[in-house]
C-alpha cells in the first residue's frame, strides 16, 4: 500500500507564492513518477506537473514559468512551489504517485485546497 500525506494548501492574494509538499511511503513498490494534480468545481481533474523518478518534468501549459516541481527520491517526497498565483489557479490539489511491482498502479493524497482571491 502506497500512503500520500500532502501539505501546504491556503489562502494566498492574486501574485502571492505557496509551496506544496507531499511525503509518501512505498513500501515494497518501485517508485515510476510523483506529481500534482488539480480538480476546481465542475471541472476535470488535471495534471500540474510531474517528475520522474529519472527526474524527467513535465509542466501543464497554464503553469509553466510560475510552477516548479522537484523531488526527493530518497524521500519519496515531492514539492510543488507555485509563484505569481491567479485565482485561476484555485482548486484542490493532489499529490500522485505512480508506481510497479507486477501491475502499474496510481496512488492519491486526500487533497490540499488552494484558494487565490483577486
Known amino acids: 500500500q502506497v500512503q500520500l500525506v500532502e501539505s501546504g494548501g491556503g489562502l494566498v492574494q492574486a501574485g502571492e507564492s505557496l509551496r506544496l509538499s507531499c511525503a509518501g511511503s512505498m513500501s515494497t513498490f518501485r517508485l515510476i513518477s510523483m506529481g500534482w494534480y488539480r480538480q476546481a468545481p465542475g471541472k476535470q481533474r488535471e495534471l500540474v506537473a510531474s517528475i520522474t523518478s529519472g527526474g524527467r518534468i513535465n509542466y501543464a501549459d497554464s503553469v509553466k514559468g510560475r510552477f516548479t516541481i522537484s523531488g526527493d527520491n530518497a524521500k519519496n517526497t515531492v514539492y510543488l512551489q507555485m509563484n505569481s498565483l491567479r485565482p485561476e489557479d484555485t482548486a484542490v490539489y493532489y499529490c500522485?504517485?505512480?508506481?510497479?511491482?507486477?501491475?502499474?498502479?496510481?496512488?492519491w493524497g486526500q487533497g490540499t485546497q488552494v484558494t487565490v482571491s483577486s
Open positions: 500522485n504517485a505512480r508506481v510497479v511491482d507486477l501491475l502499474i498502479r496510481d496512488y
